[in-house]
């Protein structure tokens, strides 16, 4: 009997519909430790697989006997070997495909909600990575925003929908992942969009995205109005699709608010981000859906699977925009600082086009859990 393969989809439908699911992660436990498969219903043993090699008897009495136990691992070659034994003891197992390098780019899009005259909004949810990207659709055209390296879950998706994307935009120059933005527009030949202040050393061409920038997509004239917002990075910049949704980027989350130290320059923005938060944000209006870039945990995601608030209800319950004395707002900002993301110099500099690693470099570089928010 071949022993099961899961894939990263079957898993991302458990963890967001909340079942039950029991994984036997078998990476070492530093690794365990700083990222792992999360969901409401995912319980977890984490067992390395080198305490493994001789034979699973000694962790039997761990594994539930009355239900599957995913095995999982870094790439899937041991999770394979680990599965085999396990089945061999009479359990039912599977492994999953891919390890947890294909759950780190799997993109789940989902639909967030409609737009004007005919039109669509989506919401790429990168589960195991916490990233968040988005499509805009109106009439067979489609702009694309925060998108991935994962390029081609973006360009297929548009064909389904028989609409060619026309513009690409990134909020920021982004450090925690690879930006897949102006790879799309170059095989799509879409616009490429990037804010001007976060561009001062890249190496190639882009359409300078600065404030009450508006385009339009489709014939039913569906409005992205750019809004500069720094404080995450100097650029960052939100947009306003629809007088509906509000996409932040990685200044403000459902349940956080950006960090602004990836450039290290914490200190000097820190201003920047509270002003955006409590000055700029404050002046739009509270029914706005926000969009962010980014989700820290699952307890974030709607029953859908989207994240997604109104701006009011984060002003009630978002602990990061209820800091009312400044100065302990730039305490909170400044020494409450998760580890910075794996790799985030090379991902800044591979995102201004200075270097180009491989795919596998890529993958490497990304390894891990999202770590933009302040904690």
Known sequence: MTIKAMLSQEVAEIAIQKQKLF?????????????????????????????????????????????????????????????EMLHEQGRDVAYLKG??????????????????????????VRIGKG????MAVSNGEAALFDATRM????????????????????????????????????KTGATYWLPPKDAGEVVFSYEPLTDGTDVAIGHSKISIGALYSPGHTIGSTSFVIDDRYLLTGDILFIDSIGRPD?????????????????????????????????????????????AARKLGELYATNHGLNVEDEEQFRTTVTKNLPPQPNAYVEIRQTNMGKITPNEEQQREMEIGPNRCAVR
């Open 23 to 83: 994984i036997l992660d078998v990476r070492n436990e530093t690794d365990f430790a700083d990222w792992k498969i999360e969901g409401e219903g995912i319980t977890h043993l984490n067992v390395p697989y080198f305490d493994l090699i001789d034979g699973v008897e000694e962790i039997i009495d761990q594994l539930p006997a009355d239900q599957k136990v995913l095995v999982v691992c870094a790439k899937e070659g041991s999770s394979i070997m680990v599965a």
């Open 99 to 124: 390890g947890m390098k294909a759950w780190s780019e799997h993109l789940v899009p989902l639909k967030v909600g409609d737009l004007g005259e005919g039109g669509e909004l989506y919401q790429f």
């Open 131 to 134: 990233c968040l990207s988005y």
């Open 151 to 186: 390029t081609d879950v973006y360009i297929d998706f548009a064909n389904s929908l028989g609409a060619t994307i026309k513009h690409v935009f990134d909020t920021h120059l982004h450090a925690d992942h690879i930006s897949g933005g102006r790879v799309i527009a170059e």
């Open 262 to 306: 990836l450039a290290g320059l914490a200190e000097d923005w820190v201003g920047d981000l509270r002003e955006t938060l409590y000055s700029r944000y404050k002046e739009l209006h509270e029914d706005l859906i926000v969009l962010p870039a980014h989700f820290m945990t699952m307890d974030e995601l709607n029953d859908d699977g989207t």
